[in-house]
Nanobody, 118 residues
Framework: QVNLVESGGGLVQPGGSLRLSCAAS????????VDWYRQALGKQRELVAT???????NYADSVKGRFTISRDNAKNTVNLQMNNLRPEDTAVYFC????????????WGQGTQVTVSS
C-alpha cells in the first residue's frame, strides 16, 4: 500500500545544483525519519542525510554545507537540495523512510541517478 518515488535526478555540471524529491503515497498514518542514501558504482551504499519527524537533520561530512534535506508533511514529500555538486557526488540516490500504517516499517524508493560531470 505504501510507495516511495524519487524524482529530480539527472546530469549536472560541477558546481551546479539539483533538487531531489521523495514522495510517499498509500495508506500512511505517519512518516517518521526519512533518509537519503547514495550508492556509487562499485561502492557501498552510504547515508547522506536524515530528517526526523521533528524536522531535525543530520548530514554526512562530505555533504555538509552543500546539501539540505527538508520535508513537507502536508505533501508527504521529502526533498534533498544539492548545491555545489562535485563529480564525487555521482551516484544513485535512494529515499528510505520509516512509515507507520498499521505498524512502523521502512521502505525504499527505486533510486534516481545523479551524474555530475562537465
Amino acid at each position: 500500500q505504501v510507495n516511495l518515488v524519487e524524482s529530480g535526478g539527472g546530469l549536472v555540471q560541477p558546481g551546479g545544483s539539483l533538487r531531489l524529491s521523495c514522495a510517499a503515497s498509500g495508506s500512511i498514518f505517519n512518516i517518521n525519519t526519512v533518509d537519503w542514501y547514495r550508492q556509487a558504482l562499485g561502492k557501498q551504499r552510504e547515508l547522506v542525510a536524515t530528517v526526523n519527524s521533528r524536522g531535525n537533520t543530520n548530514y554526512a561530512d562530505s555533504v555538509k554545507g552543500r546539501f539540505t534535506i527538508s520535508r513537507d508533511n502536508a505533501k508527504n514529500t521529502v526533498n534533498l537540495q544539492m548545491n555545489n555538486l562535485r563529480p564525487e557526488d555521482t551516484a544513485v540516490y535512494f529515499c528510505h523512510a520509516f512509515i507507520t500504517t498499521t505498524s512502523m516499517k521502512s521502505y525504499w524508493g527505486q533510486g534516481t541517478q545523479v551524474t555530475v560531470s562537465s
